[in-house]
């Protein structure tokens, strides 16, 4: 087997598995300061893939140029979303309620895309879809790179945002214990209101760039929250910066997944990796120790 | 007479079931250190977290510089000027120490004068400013613990209330604590105590309460109470006469 086709492999997997990173990276955000799986992320991710196909389809936007006016967007229904729905369950103890909150979000949002959008697939074509770049004789589609770049790009702004503002420090300290947070005179709910800011943000973000590569469906929401959920479990959960990796190394183990195995096999290797890393390693590949109750 | 800081009143608390205060009242002068003693589980630290805004009290009341403050909001509480340094005292660990300061200043009262604050934190604590870049985690017991009162003070409090500021500490620490608490009251600072060692907290402590499974069942001043056979007898025992030799 030739070398390039090996690195074909590895290109594929680091391209499309940045895209279940950003959106680990919400997720890892959410579950930080709400101590919950917010499972509608990939219902979210759906539906902005739809918002993006419908900004091209009645408006001629871009889809690119879409993610202006999408990521604010997302921001602000991520904040309306806490306040609205989960303000009142993130004061109570048992985590169940929020849970449960999050699932029923999920199966509103994909039914109400199956009511708006029908159940066939849809995909958002431009000129550039069909454009690929050959270097040294490798694939890559320009879609792809471009989503490549694109949640990079937002991967880093989250980052310098937790990093250098003292609301992302204390988004970071909320998510490592909240009550001593509020003892600091922050209100928890501006915390758990930016930090679903963010993960809606990233699921807006990854929508879009989803959109642009394949065609998508309501039902695939649940597949997208599963693979970012897997990808959280990699890279250890509560770990922002781990969920990015374990983004592209699910990405990666898909793609050497369905190369060496076949194709059918990608979802249930994932999964079996997934099973594994949480028997094996629960603080995940990257973390150091986990706290045992 | 000097002015009444804070003021509880017969105030009630439960855990579900289980009533942890009964009818508790405790008054704290400004610019006194009082301290809070009893045995584990005597209900100190609930009275803290009460203040605090961490528990809620069914009956009774709470005034802070002259208004009510029962059931507010903890992060509303601090903003009237209480800063809780809880029992274990709940750093950041993966935060450094810079951080963990920048956040105890977190109110914007106290992110105004960030910078004064900081100075007079690394002042009071030269170790902090060698290790503002280090994980607050990476520190050692004793200067987690001064972190913790430092991150407090960055908040500017009128009230400092301390929850078992000793505890798990060497020997050397604890004297550490005790005199900084001593320093920190010599600069205006008023000082509400939990202390399980109960013989350093009373000897330090203008005034001190002691509560009994939930109960206030003595007070006085601590030099008063020190002396109290009682006192002794109950909660310092052998200790203080070991000590005294």
Known sequence: ?293 | MANQLLEVNGIDVSYGDVQALWDVSIKVEEGTIVALVGANGAGKSTLLKTISGLNYAAKGEIIFSGKPLKNLKPQNIVDRGIMHVPEGRRLFANLTVLENLRLGAYIPRARASFAESLERAFTLFPVLQNRKNQKAGSLSGGEQQMLAIARALMGRPKLLMLDEPSLGLSPIFVRTIFELISTLNEQKATILLVEQNINQALRIAHQAYVLKTGKIVMSGAGSELLENEEVRKAYIGERIRRRQR
């Open chain 1, 1 to 293: 087997m030739s070398f390039r086709l090996i690195v074909q492999v590895l290109v594929n997997g680091v391209l499309f598995g940045t895209t279940y990173g950003i959106a680990a990276v919400g997720l890892s955000l959410i579950f930080g300061t709400m101590r919950i799986i917010f499972l509608a992320q990939g219902a979210f991710i759906i539906f902005f893939a739809y918002i993006s196909y419908w900004l091209l389809t009645l408006l001629g936007i871009d889809p690119y140029l879409s993610l202006l006016i999408v990521i604010p967007v997302s921001l602000l229904l991520g904040s309306a979303f806490y306040y609205g729905i989960f303000k009142e369950a993130a004061a109570i103890e048992d985590k169940n309620i929020s849970l449960l909150l999050a699932v029923g979000l999920m199966y509103l949002v994909e039914n109400i895309m199956l009511v708006v959008w029908s159940p066939d697939p849809r995909s958002v074509v431009t000129p550039y879809t069909t454009l690929v770049f050959r270097p040294w004789g490798i694939v890559v589609p320009f879609t792809r790179l471009t989503a490549l770049f694109i949640a990079i790009l937002a991967a880093v702004c989250v980052f310098i945002f937790l990093k250098r503002t003292l609301i992302g420090t204390a988004v970071r300290a909320a998510s490592e214990d909240m009550v001593s947070t509020t003892l600091m005179g922050i209100n928890p709910n501006w915390v758990n209101a930016v930090a679903f800011a963010i993960g809606i943000g990233l699921a807006g973000v990854a929508g879009v760039t989803l959109a642009t590569i394949y065609p998508f469906d309501p039902s695939y929401g649940f597949v997208f929250a599963i693979k970012a959920l897997i990808a959280l479990a990699l890279g250890g959960i509560g770990n922002v910066y781990g969920a990015l990796l374990g983004g592209i190394m699910l990405g990666l183990i898909e793609s050497l997944g369905s190369f060496y195995i076949g194709g059918g096999w990608a979802d249930a290797i994932s999964y079996g990796v997934f099973l594994l890393v949480l028997v094996f390693r629960p603080q995940g590949l990257f973390g150091g120790s986990i706290k045992k109750a």
